[in-house]
């Protein structure tokens, strides 16, 4: 083996040792936010065991028309059932993240090739390029956070698909047809692969139109005819772009004429929003801090007009010179030109009109992955300031490698990490939220009545402070009168938390009903009840009146009325006659002992009439026509039954018990 190889490889294996050992400390932490309510459908059907099982699970995603089975896939990985342990998901995500940086290493190599750069200084720009991309703190967030798998999958087959196209270019100027082969695949298979990871993939055809038209345009060797490469950008490039672009016009103007229930901004808001935050996220990635950032963003607060903020005008404006810059410079020096359109291509879709949140750092994981790359290439030139540029090459990893451990030991210690991120966002209810439940959990009951009341007080239609508050003063004793008052307001008057106070209500029920906590009895959960019936914010939710009628069947039973709570449970199913609606109420009335008022609720459950044909949603539709085809339903629907009956039959056979 040459020295040199066996030197670039050691150096290849120092670097991914030192990018393990600074995220080795996160591996200690948990789940989080979203990691429950996208990881949990590992067990909605029992351990993945069968094809059937398989299929369900691969099938149940929701978060784009596609589900993002792929993700979902490559979360069996590390468990088959739920709950599971959260160490093999990071351990997963944490190479994974290795080799996108060996991806892009790779990937920037091959172009810096295309831009004419020596062997020598090709290799070590795209190297140090890379390292400085892997390392960045910015990505703890996205690494640590198990559910952001998703936006990394996607990357993976990003960088894939601009590799391929890469290698199909150079190909095809001597065997065209092999060559235009892996263009394809580069440009549509990886697409395709990336948005069944996660919907954001779908710009991969805009991304490597833009490193086509910036690097490998100018450094190629044109074929003897042409054409046949245009026609091949034109279909396999232009269109896609100019099907994203229709696309997201129709988003813009849906959103315009019917925004979205659950936000409290419109889609021009947000527009003229973005352009603060894309210059946000290019200072993190430019002057890195040891800060949290941001993972709750709830505070990041909508531009009102162009004036309101005051920094909403100069950031479209400095937006608009980037990009101008990005053209311009699209000739005299291509890569930096690539960088700046590189990055605003990436944020086409979750950084324009999409209704997504308004801020979050995961969003830059791909769109940012040439970013360093003009410096390095200078860095690791030939230019003056030799010994500046020496130290900058030692300097800079070493900077972001401790930055980056710093960041991940503190997402490796839960209780830590969410105290930190309520300091870091004082004026995020979600951040206070957070930390008030991670005081109660550690024994803090006094510490989370305190922040919990104070996030009250400035947001009094926070009702998930106001259930957590209730919670901690619980643990103290007693529910505060006060409180009491606060928690029904906050409940009726929330715009859209409808479903995480349904969830917390049915969670309570057993502590109202066993009355340990003075003022929290099953009287004030009516009273919570009658708040979220009244809720005009909830009423526009399509499932309020099937969750609010559940509800009143649970306390019923709670208040041991077993006849008023099939009423309850017949009313909720006929909003919505789902059997698994049907299988869950009649559990809950078989289990408070009331079997015969379970058979009923299931017969009710065959007497109504079958809700019409659903148009195709994408995955949810696929979930359940396999569902429905497996024959899944109508062997629960009978397993339960035949419990039931057998429940009935041996209370008949019970001697009766003789009155005193």
Known sequence: MPRRT?????????????AWWAYHPGLAGTFLFDDFKNLNAIGSYGRIDSLQKLLLYLSSGDADPTGRP????SFLLDADDWPADPYPFKRTNILLHLVNGLLLAWLLL??????RLAESHATAAAALAALCWT??????????????????MAATFCLAGLLLWVAGRERFVTRPWSGATLMFAGAWGCTALAVLSKGNGVILPVLIWVTDSIVLEGGERLPPNPR??????????KLPALAIALWLGNVFRRGLLHPAADIQWDT????ITQPRALLDYLLRLWIPRGSLGGLLNDDYRASLDLLHPWSTLPAILAVGALLAAGFGLRRRQPLLALA???FFAGHLIESTVMPLELYFEHRNYLPAAPMFWPLAVWLTGTAGLPLLRKSLILAIPLFLLLLTHARATLWGKPYELAVAFAQASPHSPRAQVTAGYYHLANGHPLLAVARLRATLEEFPDEALAGVHLIEAECALGELMPATRVKVLRAIGTNANEAAIIHYWMDDQIARAASQSCRGFDLDYMEQMLAAARGNPHFMLFPTHGRDIEHMAGRLALARGNAAAALEHFNRSLAQDPGPSQALEQA???ASAGSSALALQHLQYFKTLPKPPPAGFTGMPWVHDWLLQHSGYWTAELAELERKLREDQSAAAQQPAVPRP
């Open 6 to 18: 066996a030197v670039g490889i050691l150096l290849l294996a120092a670097a991914l040792f030192a």
């Open 70 to 73: 792929l993700s979902l896939l």
């Open 110 to 115: 091959r172009l810096g090739r295309r831009a």
């Open 135 to 152: 390392l960045h703190p910015l990505w703890v967030s996205t690494t640590l956070y198990v559910v952001q798998r998703q936006a990394m």
């Open 228 to 237: 046949p490469l245009r026609m091949l950008r034109l279909l396999l490039l």
């Open 268 to 271: 021009w808001h947000r527009l």
């Open 340 to 342: 700046i359109l590189f």
């Open 587 to 589: 559990a809950l009335l």
